[in-house]
């Protein structure tokens, strides 16, 4: 990706016509939660109960953001940045940048306006109104905040996007295993990296056709993102809880009922996720999510938890609810 870039002229900065901004909330940290209040991002038209959502938010700091996060990242942006132009560009970590160096980021970015949005598993891509794609992938600890100038730079902001109309979008990554970049064609980057479909997108026989080419534990192939993009190991864990499947259990050992279930179990898990906005607050008491650790409960049966590492990976699980298959 280095140097794949030719500078090219700015983007236009006529005005945006017909904006209408559904959501000017001025604070989202997704997986964290913090000391502010509701008042903090909530305007007269922001709806309170969203905010809240906002507030509560995923408290498991050990959390990768996984397709749940990252949609809701990108929902967030929509309803934020959209048709704003962007006055600015400040790199505060050029660790995080992929492919290009910081004047190049902010040279091409200034004056543009990002239009659109599109994910792909754990990435997100933000379209600009002159033909490039912003890429972020979240690492381990990534988030993003939109905010009122006034208001203080978030302490991790890596890279901080400044608009027109006073606000700034915050790219924060405490560990700084995220990325940030710049494309051309988002097809051609996904190619590249030989990722799978997306795990909301693939069809139930694209699914029985990966399980039925491959061989391992049945959470490897679900975290492996050539072959299914999206799905991170608390996702795969809640997966296999509703599926009552040992996240270890070989997938010679399925049978294709059991494999179809799976599918539908994944679906429904990461929509009803996405509903929740990836809040653990607001997903149901019957999942595993809230309940993954040591000295927990398993909410279906009330019999301890288990763990166990599958490819370098814990792995939490109901040894009574999920049987393995041999």
Not at 126 to 131: A, L
Request: hydrophobic residues 35%.
């Amino acid at each position: 990706m280095a140097g794949a870039f030719r500078p090219m002229s700015f983007c236009s900065s006529t005005s945006h016509h017909g904006l209408n901004t559904a959501w000017d909330g001025d604070l989202f940290n997704n997986r964290r939660n913090s000391s502010i209040s509701l008042e903090d991002i909530a305007p007269l038209s922001f709806n309170k109960d969203v905010t809240q959502a906002i507030l509560h938010a995923t408290n498991d700091v050990n959390a990768m953001p996984e397709l749940p996060d990252v949609e809701t990242f990108k929902r967030y942006v929509d309803r934020t940045s959209l048709h704003r132009r962007i006055s600015g560009v400040d790199v505060r970590s050029a660790y995080v940048l992929k492919g290009v160096s910081m004047d190049e980021l902010a040279r091409r970015l200034k004056g543009c306006r990002f239009e659109s949005s599109r994910r792909h598993g754990k990435h997100l891509f933000v379209r600009t109104d002159g033909d490039l794609w912003l890429r972020l992938h979240f690492g381990m600890t990534g988030s993003l905040r939109y905010f009122k100038h006034e208001q203080r730079t978030p302490r991790h902001t890596r890279v901080l996007f400044v608009f027109a109309n006073g606000h700034r979008l915050a790219v924060e990554d405490q560990r700084k295993f995220g990325e940030v970049g710049l494309l051309k064609d988002v097809d051609e980057f996904l190619k590249k990296r030989a990722l799978g479909r997306d795990a909301l997108d693939i069809s139930l026989p694209q699914f029985k056709e990966i399980f039925g080419k491959h061989r391992g534990a049945v959470k490897t192939i679900l975290l492996n993102q050539k072959l299914i993009a999206g799905i991170g190991n608390i996702y795969a864990d809640e997966i296999l809880f509703r599926a009552r499947i040992h996240p270890a259990t070989q997938v010679s050992a399925l049978k294709e009922k059991t494999v179809a279930k799976l599918f539908r179990a994944a679906r429904d898990i990461l929509k009803k996720a996405i509903d929740a906005k990836a809040d653990m607050d607001r997903m149901p008491k019957s999942w595993l999510l809230p309940r993954r650790g040591k000295g927990r409960k398993c909410p279906r049966c009330g019999r301890e938890l288990k763990s166990t590492t599958i490819g370098g990976r814990t792995a939490w699980f109901c040894a009574q609810c999920q049987k393995r298959a041999h």
